[in-house]
């Protein structure tokens, strides 16, 4: 009945020539997120000469990336007990506050602070408008803005680089973080005026505990997987210290989920089989991606001699593939309700793309190397959205908020693994095949300059033949290890119901919570 009420009044309240500036709205708020990281990446060698502390650097990343893992749950389960868009607005407030806040920073532990508090609010925005998404539009019409989805990722990643170097050129660092706030600003404004959606009260108090809990546990992860193999040995006393607290964490946030009135990640969505093998594929998706995105353009600057200053657009194949896929999958989803098919061959695309990916080594033209990205580009374009729309489908309304934040969780998850494990293989390779053809004294004293084309050019010809070699080895491992985990995801796609998609009739069975969340109406948007 309360499903059927909200249903009714979200379809009421919401009118149909508001759908797009709403969508707008939304794709600024996830556009601001997305881009951030991407913008302040090229600005960091300015950021660290005029504020020094450069024993900090990697903090101003990771301050962001763990404060927007550690609160994305939280938004979530806050947005469905008190409702979406007073969650989501005060999300773009505190996210606006620490750009501010970091733009006016005059020392790098400031700097450090305040992206914390950016990345608090980054947490709810991606949330908020996967959320929100999922309360306007029924998964059976929600296919048609997967498009839109991937293509403000593919801007973000390609043009975050460009901007933020234009930007440090021509105004200045602290214009990296100012440049939020009139966007912010204006999606700020267009959600207030044309979102509207049914209040909400909550019945039970906040779980306080089960967020402590996951807090630790998603910071203590994160951390091992940001500092194993690079600032601590992956056997120190500080990394094992970490996993030992990340395992007793999470142990200990499982029992409290089972006593809390109010959990803060209901553990019954995992009920459902498909939201279960979702949250997996969403991991597996999360490490291929990142994944690439780190260690591509570093082969195409070390090895193929491609400048870094355009590193966003040595990425092209491999987004534009992803984004037109998406797109294409989106709008056969809609029109035919189906959707099993997609995981199975994006998986399949995605271990292909990953193999061959690894085959690359320094005879590889850039022509052959961006059809090997384009190849992983469409199977990761046939899961990005697919797993969200899935896992969406796969629980009721009233957890549309905590489902939407547990699968962003596990991608972002998903993506630090990926990061580390591959980065820890990499180093490890590169640094053996340096000492096989330069000896291990001159290995290390190669080891100093940058794996950049301008740094390699410098060098004598036989040490850049040894670098070239070494990250060409080096890559081979990372991409052949991002292949065998992926073959799980497509393993887990084969498993997927195919339970009808809400807005797509009458449910003719389903998985657990699945069926029941299949069946229950949701509001009908026109244009």
């Known amino acids: 009945m309360a499903q059927n009420t909200m249903a009714a009044e979200i379809s009421e309240e919401v009118k149909p020539r508001s759908v797009r500036v709403v969508l707008m709205a939304l794709m600024i708020a996830m556009l601001l ?22 024993e900090h650097l990697s903090w101003v990343v990771t301050a962001y990336t763990l404060a927007t893992a550690a609160s994305t749950p939280i938004w979530g389960k806050l947005g469905d007990m008190y409702g979406r868009k007073g969650s989501f607005l005060t999300s773009i407030v505190i996210f606006l506050i620490g750009s501010a806040l970091s733009g006016m920073a005059q020392d790098m532990g400031q700097l450090i602070g305040f992206r914390a508090i950016q990345g608090l609010g980054a947490g709810g925005l991606i949330v908020g408008v996967m959320a929100i998404i999922g309360d ?22 390609i043009g975050g680089p460009l901007v933020g170097g234009t930007i440090t050129d021509h105004m200045g660092w602290r214009w990296s973080f100012y440049i939020n706030l009139p966007l912010g600003a204006v999606a700020l404004a267009m959600v207030t005026a044309v979102l509207h959606l049914p209040k909400k009260k909550a019945k039970g ?7 402590a809990l996951l807090t630790v546990a998603i910071t203590s992860t994160v951390l091992v997987t940001t500092w194993g193999g690079t600032e601590y040995a992956w056997g120190s006393g500080e990394i094992i210290g970490l996993i030992v607290v990340a395992i007793v964490s999470i142990a200990a946030f499982l029992f ?11 553990l019954h969505i995992f009920r459902s089989r498909n939201f279960t093998l979702m949250s997996v594929i969403g991991f597996l998706v999360g490490f291929a991606m990142f994944g690439g995105v780190v260690y591509l353009p570093l082969f195409q600057q070390s090895v193929q001699g491609a400048s870094a200053t355009n590193s966003g657009l040595l990425l092209l194949p491999m987004l534009l593939s992803m984004m037109v896929v998406s797109l294409i999958a989106g709008r056969i989803t809609t ?3 189906k959707y099993k098919i997609f995981p199975i061959v994006g998986g399949a695309l995605m271990v292909v793309g990953l193999f061959l990916l690894a085959q ?22 046939f899961l990005m959205q697919i797993t969200m729309l899935v896992a969406q489908n796969s629980v009721e309304m009233k957890d549309m908020g905590v489902a939407s934040s547990s699968a962003t969780l596990f991608r972002t998850l998903g993506g630090s693994f990926g990061v580390a494990l591959m980065g820890s293989l990499f180093t490890s390779r590169v640094t ?6 330069l000896g291990p004294q001159a290995a290390q004293a190669a080891g100093s300059a940058q794996l950049d084309a301008a740094s390699l050019a410098k060098l004598p010809e036989a040490v850049r033949d040894a670098y070239q070699h070494a990250v060409a080895a080096g890559t081979h491992s990372a991409f052949l290890l991002g292949a065998v985990i992926a073959v799980l995801g497509f393993a887990a796609a084969w498993f997927v119901k195919e339970v009808p998609l809400r807005g797509a009739g009458p449910a003719q069975g389903g998985d657990a919570d699945g069926d029941k969340a299949a069946q229950a109406p949701q509001a009908s948007l026109s244009h």
């Open 33 to 54: 997120a997305m881009l951030d990281n991407m913008i302040i990446g090229t600005a960091m060698p300015t950021i660290v000469g005029e504020l020094g502390g450069l």
């Open 136 to 157: 306007l539009i029924p998964p059976r019409e929600r296919g048609k803005y997967q498009g839109m989805m991937a293509g403000v990722m593919a801007l973000a990643m």
């Open 205 to 211: 108090k906040i779980d306080y505990l089960g967020a």
């Open 256 to 266: 409290a989920e089972t006593k809390a009135a109010e959990p803060v990640m209901p």
């Open 335 to 337: 029109s035919s309700g």
């Open 360 to 381: 690359m080594d320094t005879e590889t033209s850039r022509l052959m190397s961006g059809v090997y990205m384009a190849i992983l580009g469409a199977g990761l374009g």
């Open 432 to 437: 053996d095949t340096m000492s096989e053809r």
